[in-house]
């Protein structure tokens, strides 16, 4: 099946800074990708849905200027938390929109990004 | 609203006895529904979509319209099905999905 890859797999940063995360689809193209951000022992939350070569959407309450998305090739969108704080501590993942299999979302592996 | 329910956090079963995790969902229009299934320290992955009408693993899952429920069964749990399984709803072309709160199921020996 389809591959998706999230990098890195986990970071920690100081509060103020910026952190991107990658997302690359391996072995297909990918128009659409979706950033989630997953809670301890909650479900996952959509936080934006992010379309190669334009703007991504995002879900109500999530602020685009904090978590900027760039998907700027059909295998790559990367998300930036920027200016961190603690409260952005989460595990956020990816998945990516296959059109050769019936539109099957293939997910990445999660990114545990821990804020001091 | 668009919503997924699943109603059990945890649910527990012996080996051999039958499963059912529920799924009940509300949307006006005609959803895609989905199964996706997260193994301990694995990625998610689709389990089964109810287009597909396939059995995964064993796991099958029908669509009810009327009761608006896409319950996922199996005759025979196998302790390899513990895992968190998630019901998914996709309300339009765009694919986004909407999220139930997932079910942990664990398989006694």
């Known amino acids: 099946g389809a591959v998706v890859s999230q990098h890195p797999s986990r970071v920690i940063c100081k509060s103020g800074t910026s952190v991107k995360i990658e997302c690359r689809s391996l072995?297909?193209?990918?128009?659409?990708m979706f950033w989630y951000r997953q809670f301890p022992k909650q479900s996952l939350m959509l936080m934006a849905t992010?379309?190669?070569?334009?703007?991504?959407?995002?879900e109500q309450g999530v602020e685009k200027d904090k978590f900027l998305i760039n998907h700027a090739s059909l295998t790559l969108s990367t998300l930036t938390v920027t200016s961190a704080h603690p409260e952005d501590s989460s595990f956020y993942i990816c998945?990516?929109?296959?059109?050769?299999?019936?539109?099957?979302?293939?997910f990445g592996p999660g990114t545990r990004l821990t804020v001091l | 609203a668009q919503r997924v329910t699943q109603p059990e956090k945890l649910l527990s079963v012996f080996k051999g006895a039958p499963v059912e995790l529920k799924c009940n969902y509300s949307?006006?229009?005609?959803?895609?529904l989905f199964w996706y299934v997260q193994y301990s320290r694995q990625r998610l992955q689709l389990l089964l979509r109810?287009?597909?009408?396939?059995s995964i693993k064993g796991f099958t899952a029908d669509l009810n319209k009327g009761e608006t429920s896409f319950h996922l069964k199996k005759p025979f749990a196998q302790e390899e099905d513990s895992a968190m399984y998630y019901c998914?709803?996709?309300?339009?072309?765009?694919?986004?999905?909407?999220w139930g709160a997932g079910t942990k199921l664990i398989i006694k020996p």
């Open positions: 109810h287009i597909s009408r396939e």
């Open positions: 072995d297909f193209q990918a128009t659409t």
């Open positions: 998914a709803l996709s309300p339009d072309s765009n694919y986004q999905l909407i």
């Open positions: 949307y006006s229009g005609s959803p895609e």
């Open positions: 998945s990516a929109r296959d059109l050769s299999t019936y539109n099957e979302q293939f």
């Open positions: 992010s379309n190669e070569g334009s703007k991504a959407t995002y």
